[in-house]
């Protein structure tokens, strides 16, 4: 299983490469192996500000479709269009091509709240 050390996660299995105030978000190697061959990602949420928990889009697979939250506070400011028509970007390489959306983030306190590589293995290991 693929848990980079430089990223932090989320309960929900997502990631975020942290950047200044920006950051970087996709599903984990976990979760994607867990939802199958996806086939369909939705985000609607571009330019909005969105807090922590509330859903910025959706990941469609074979067998479900499942919800994708906001791990902290901010403006999305950009989605992976590549995924509109590769949706399998998040298979082939989640922490890379991947990647679904970029946000500003709000509150850099919230951060504080997420995992760092160890949890997050011990989440999925449990």
Known sequence: MNIPDNLKYTKDHEWLNVEGDEATIGITDFAQKELGDIVFIEVETEG?????????????????????????????????????????????????????????????GQLDDLLDAAAYKELIEA
């Not at 807090?51 to 074979?62: L, S």
């Not at 950009?78 to 500003?104: C, H, M, Q, R």
């Open 48 to 108: 909005e500000n969105l807090d922590k928990d509330e859903t910025f889009g959706t990941i469609e697979a074979v067998k479900t479709v499942s919800d994708m939250f906001m791990p902290v506070a901010g403006e999305v400011v950009a989605f992976n269009e590549e995924l509109e028509s590769t949706p399998e970007l998040v298979n082939k390489d989640p922490y890379g091509e991947g990647w679904i959306i970029k946000l500003k983030i709000a509150d850099a």
